[in-house]
Nanobody, 122 residues
Framework: QVQLVESGGGLVQPGGSLRLSCAASGSIFSIDAMGWYRQAPGKERELVATITSDGSTNYADSVKGRFTISRDTAKNTVYLQMNSLKPEDTAVYYC????????????????WGQGTLVTVSS
């Protein structure tokens, strides 16, 4: 089994900053890509940012220049530094990973975390 555990969400005022963390644990052989998605009330889940094993990053247009994704390969952890937060950034943020696990066989999985709530409000 593989688990993704997120942390760092909370309430912040507009213009403030938060840093989300997501740690992967379990029978991990290697991690391909990790990323963050978000889902606001009444809306579909959308991509925020992704980072591949070679460090290539991709961002949604709405967060470019404000959010930064990074990863610590040794710790199987991905981070999302969020600056200049806006009320429209309010959402549940989900961690996502594409990885290989090796238990009875080598398998490629997509795994999701439980989500962490980010609320941007004065």
């Amino acid at each position: 089994q593989v688990q993704l555990v997120e942390s760092g969400g909370g309430l912040v005022q507009p213009g403030g900053s938060l840093r989300l963390s997501c740690a992967a644990s379990g029978s991990i052989f290697s991690i391909d890509a990790m990323g963050w998605y978000r889902q606001a009330p009444g809306k579909e889940r959308e991509l925020v940012a992704t980072i591949t094993s070679d460090g290539s990053t991709n961002y949604a247009d709405s967060v470019k220049g404000r959010f930064t994704i990074s990863r610590d390969t040794a710790k199987n952890t991905v981070y999302l530094q969020m600056n200049s937060l806006k009320p429209e950034d309010t959402a549940v943020y989900y961690c996502n990973a594409h990885l290989f696990v090796r238990d009875t066989a080598l398998r490629y999985l997509e795994v999701w975390g439980q989500g962490t709530l980010v609320t941007v409000s004065s």
